[in-house]
């Protein structure tokens, strides 16, 4: 098969949601369509079970957790299907929003029962801002749940983007039917058991339907129909590829109902690989040098060899075990020797990989986030990859002042793995970490104390409010620890500002300096 077929084959997305929402339900279904799994009930022991997530670290072990987010990877019909998940509430962090960057697309699962919840929120932000299409899927409609117009409406409201219910629900909770598929025009009935059955609107005549046709419910959704059709939106693929509508899905993850359709349809909608913008121009994925950008590093995946993992999303031409690439950032060249393929916990050696397709590679500690390896003769890089803004800033120093050369080294090592973010205090040696959850600071703790052996103190700012100033207009005199100036890592000059009373304050007071916000979410 050529490198154009293969790559035209490759769905790869991310399942975004809020805790308990449904993701690991319908991750589980869609596994069990990959024949990954024989049967449901296997993902949720995540502890234990066989795709329970990694216990690559000691951490995650102890919380129960995966702290990096996992991929799996399996064939459905003539598709090969790439899905990269990201961490739930409290295991939130960069590594979340990083994700984003190699995926396609994204399905977005809503609990009928809720809406839209924080983080679903958060992270479907960075997929407008990225103009990924997205996918939405809203679950537990065996349950009694609001009305799909209200949701609809929320999701309109909240996320601003036009919403093309691709099916409809006939009821829910106890009075739920099924839905009107309105893509494939027929109606999937709902029996409360695993059974659909798929009734196309010219059948629905028949005699053997009258007693669905006549159900009340049935009658009241023929009318919400046809308003849809009168005063909704209109299908545009065109705007679902540019992330402005997404198509609505409803169903159950559990029962499961709805989950074949949608996933169906998803996969023929979805996108396959697209261009992606370099130094060098844009680059197809069809060209036939091998390229792609580290979109995560995971350290210590094996303790005993302390080796690392750089987490590579393909993004042309097709890779091959040991060969040789180079490294955008230095130019040279080497030979990727070991390299996985991650299918959840399971790590097997791949021997070939296309466009959408994630590779993990050893790390020999020369790769950063971000990174682009390559062959061919140009030499390029991909875009760099956004920083997102820390919810939250602490103090560190070492407990053991005598530590302070490890304490440094280690800092250093797991700032440019993309662990945490690092800021320092203008004229003091403060080291000040920003992060977008409390579990990379955990981590932080943790890898520092094992594999630098340093103890470190964190005390904690709060959260903050950066803005960064323009190189001419730092004045010291205007700040304190109320508003602290710090420096990136490149030596930019920024403002971490208390909260927003502070921020305005200092507008006002000295509406001459400009405060400037860098981050792609807010
Ligand atoms: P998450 O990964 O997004 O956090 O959600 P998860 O799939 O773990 O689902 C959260 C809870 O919601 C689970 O119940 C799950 O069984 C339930 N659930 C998921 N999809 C549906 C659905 O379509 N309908 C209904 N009624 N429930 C659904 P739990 O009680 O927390 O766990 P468990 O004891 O059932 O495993």
Redesign the pocket.
């Known amino acids: 098969m050529s490198i154009n077929e293969e790559m035209n084959k490759r769905r790869t997305f991310a399942i975004i949601?809020?805790?308990?929402?449904?993701?690991?339900?319908?991750?589980?279904k869609l596994l069990v369509f990959g024949n990954l799994i024989r049967s449901a009930g296997t993902v949720?022991g995540k502890k234990s079970g066989k795709f329970a997530t990694s216990d690559w670290m000691e951490i995650e072990k102890q919380r129960g957790i995966s702290v990096t987010s996992s991929v799996m990877n399996f064939p459905y019909r003539d598709y090969q299907v790439n899905i990269l998940d990201t961490p739930?509430h409290e295991d939130f962090s960069e590594d979340t929003y990083r994700t984003l960057t190699a995926v396609d697309s994204v399905v977005m699962?809503i609990?009928a029962t809720k809406g839209i919840e924080a983080q679903t929120l958060k992270l479907f932000k960075v997929c407008k801002m990225r103009g990924i299409p997205i996918f939405t899927f809203i679950?537990?409609?065996?349950?009694e749940g609001r009305e799909p117009f209200e949701l609809m409406e929320e999701i309109e409201e909240v996320l601003d983007i036009e919403t093309y219910p691709m099916t409809w629900p006939a009821g829910m909770g106890k009075r739920f039917l099924g839905v009107f598929d309105r893509h494939h025009e027929q109606f999937i009935s709902y029996s409360g058991n695993e059974e659909e059955t798929y009734i196309p609107y010219s059948d629905l005549e028949k005699p053997e339907h009258q007693e669905l046709v006549e159900h009340p419910t049935y009658q009241e959704t023929l009318e919400e129909l046809m308003l849809l059709d009168e005063a909704g939106d209109e299908f545009s693929m065109e705007k679902v590829m540019r992330g402005d509508q997404t198509p609505v899905f409803f169903?159950?993850?559990?029962?499961?109902?709805g989950v074949e359709g949608f996933f169906d349809t998803f996969i023929d909608m979805a996108p396959a690989p697209a261009p992606r913008r370099s130094t060098e121009g844009i680059v197809s994925p069809d060209d036939p040098e091998f390229s792609g950008f580290i979109f995560k590093i995971q350290a210590n995946m094996n303790p005993q060899h302390r080796d690392r993992v750089a987490f590579v999303r393909i993004c042309s031409g097709k890779f091959e075990r040991g060969m040789n690439v180079t490294l955008g950032r230095t130019g040279k060249t080497f030979k990727l020797a070991q390299s996985q393929q991650f299918v959840a916990s399971s790590r097997g050696t791949i021997e070939e990989a296309y466009a959408g397709d994630i590779i993990g590679i050893y790390d020999p500690n020369v790769y950063r986030i971000g990174d682009t390896i390559l062959t061919g003769k140009t030499n390029f890089e991909y875009d760099e990859l956004p920083q997102f803004p820390p919810e939250e800033f602490k103090k560190v120093t070492a407990k053991n002042v005598m530590k302070s050369k490890q304490f440094k080294k280690g800092i250093e090592q797991l700032v440019q793995e993309g662990a945490i973010q690092l800021f320092k205090r203008y004229r003091f040696e403060d080291y000040i970490l920003g992060a977008v959850g409390q579990l990379q600071y955990d981590v932080f703790e943790y890898r520092m104390k094992n594999e630098y052996n340093v103890e470190v103190e964190l005390q904690p700012l709060g959260e903050r409010i950066p803005r960064w100033l323009k190189e001419g207009q730092v004045d010291e005199s205007l700040f304190d620890e109320r508003n602290m100036l710090v420096q990136d890592r490149e030596g930019n000059p920024l403002v971490l500002f208390k909260n927003d009373f502070s921020l305005r304050w200092f507008q006002d007071k000295n509406p001459d300096v400009d405060l400037i916000d860098l981050f792609e979410v807010n």
């Not at 679950?139 to 349950?143: H, I, M, P, S």
């Not at 169903?251 to 109902?257: E, T």
Request: cysteine-free; aromatic content about 4%.
């Open positions: 949601s809020h805790p308990d929402a449904g993701k690991t339900t319908l991750t589980e949720k739930g699962i609990d679950n537990k409609l065996d349950r169903g159950s993850a559990l029962a499961p109902f």
